[in-house]
């Protein structure tokens, strides 16, 4: 077998580890190349957090040597992180490619051969060629985990401020590339260790909408109890710290689950489904006198030739569209989003005159969702992705949303204990959980590419609840 330093068999004089290698690995693991990192010069201009981050660079830099002098299996290496092969899934295999330094982190830090034998990072500590500031980090690296932070504050070019959603505390965070890469509210995977009289952070990759908390602390919180299932009473430290491949498995669950298009529903909850139905009319005056008369429809201004009318229900501050027909000499034409409203509709028409049934089409949301998706939904360009989208699926999406948001506080939400948004924002602490919900939400609208995402007035969402505008 051929040593990671000895010579290349193919006869080029460099070491093996430095030609065949990777290549072999490349063509044997075709999801994932392994990469090395390259450390970015520290841009603080603080000189005392600049040189604690060489410190830290420099410690890092060496954690990594040890790990690729350690012949590691990086297939089976990368399995375990991420729960799965990479080379089959395309999915993880992205993912691997983006986060390499989340993975490399964890490879030297935390990842133990067995349960008794150490992580490279605590094989270190006896490493007689550290300086002391090294030692002092790597200290504080070995008592450290990864954990889940929301980001509070960022003051760009200097840090974050972060809160633990799992063990609670805010800290702050001294990383140039991570202030310029997040924003307020989002949530990261991270590790943070003090570094001197700042702290540091190493593996802030990942990062989710904060519309994502509550799944991601309830998942966390399973996986803590089925570890307790073992080790009575552990503690999120001890599960943290040997379950730390826990963050690459959830966060192949995350992107898998945002990859799928939304499940449409109208104010109802009905799922949504574009209906149109063809009639003829028998005796046209009378039915369109019969339209008008009826105290449920409210006739539309019309420019042309056409009659229309719609179906409409009060709620509140909210009218809620239920659908609208037009008429056109003896041919009536019924559009509605779901069928239910379509049954509803029939009912009343044919309540009003006789009619006779020429044809018509039903077609679910989320299939056309789908479809938009898969055409242009991943586009990095929010407008060309949006074209892709029909002017009905528009509209309709539109229409889905502000009945939602309409419903909204008035629904029992599993964030608030079961209580409606109504009845949270009658406490101070239900009352901040609202307003963070809300911004949660906003976010991950605003930030989407996705051509399903219909622009609204969030601050009318704050006006029906009593809340400040922001």
């Known amino acids: 077998m051929i040593g990671r330093n000895d010579p290349c068999p193919c006869g080029s004089g460099k070491k093996y580890k430095k030609c065949c290698l990777p ?20 841009k603080f201009k603080d000189p005392k957090i600049e040189a604690w981050k060489r410190v830290d660079n420099s410690l890092i830099r060496k954690g990594l040597r040890r790990f690729d002098n350690s012949n590691p299996n990086i297939d089976k290496l990368m399995k375990k992180f991420w729960g799965r092969d990479p080379a089959e899934d395309a999915r993880v295999a992205r993912l691997a490619r983006a986060h390499t330094v989340v ?15 150490k992580s ?12 002391d500031r090294e030692k002092r980090v790597l200290a504080a690296v070995n008592a450290s985990h990864m954990s889940a932070y ?26 140039y590339n991570l202030s310029l890469s997040v924003s307020r509210w989002l949530i990261t995977f991270c590790r943070v260790y003090p570094a001197g009289p700042y702290h540091f952070g190493a593996g802030a990759s990942f990062a989710f909408p904060p519309d994502w908390k509550e799944y991601i602390r309830a998942h966390l919180e399973l996986e803590l109890e089925k570890y307790e299932d073992g080790h009575l009473r ?31 529903a109208n ?23 019969a339209l008008r008369n009826c105290k449920k429809l409210e006739e539309e201004e019309s420019e042309d030739e056409l009659c229309r009318f ?48 020429i044809g018509g089409e039903e077609k679910p949301g989320d299939q056309l969702v789908k479809e938009a998706w898969l055409k242009g939904g991943q586009s990095k360009d929010t407008e060309e992705s949006s074209k892709v989208l029909a002017p009905e699926l528009r509209e309709v999406m539109a229409q889905s949303q502000a009945e939602h ?6 629904s029992p939400l599993p964030a608030l204990g079961g209580l409606t948004p109504k009845q949270a924002v009658k406490t101070p602490a239900g009352r901040q959980r609202v307003i963070d919900l809300i911004r949660g939400i906003e976010y991950s609208h605003r930030q989407s590419k996705s051509p399903y995402d219909i622009s609204y007035d969030w601050n009318k969402l704050r006006r029906n609840l009593g809340l400040p505008e922001e």
């Open 267 to 289: 104010y109802d909850g009905e799922p949504i489904v574009l209906c149109t139905c063809h009639y003829e009319i028998e005796n046209p005056g009378e039915y369109l006198t």
């Open 310 to 357: 719609v179906w409409v229900k009060q709620k509140e501050h909210d009218r809620i569209l239920l659908g609208r027909v037009e008429v056109n000499g003896n041919k009536l034409k019924l559009e509605c989003n779901s069928l239910k409203r379509k049954a509803r509709w029939t009912k009343l028409l044919e309540s009003l005159g006789r009619l006779k049934y």
């Open 103 to 117: 993975f490399q982190d964890w490879a030297w830090i935390d990842y133990r051969k067995t349960y008794k034998s």
């Open 120 to 131: 490279i990072a605590e094989e270190m500590e006896t490493d007689p060629t550290l300086s």
């Open 234 to 264: 552990a503690g999120w430290h001890e599960f943290l710290k040997a379950k730390a491949e826990v963050f690459g498995h959830l966060a192949v669950e995350l992107h898998r689950k945002m990859e799928q298009p939304p499940k449409l």
């Open 23 to 42: 290549k072999e690995r490349a063509e044997s693991s075709p999801g994932f190349d392994y990469p090395t990192p390259e450390y970015l010069p520290p």
């Open 150 to 175: 929301q980001v509070i504050h960022v003051d760009k070019g200097l840090g974050v401020e972060l809160e633990n959603i799992l063990e609670g505390g805010r800290v702050f965070v001294h990383d």
């Open 405 to 410: 948001y309409g419903h909204w506080p008035d």
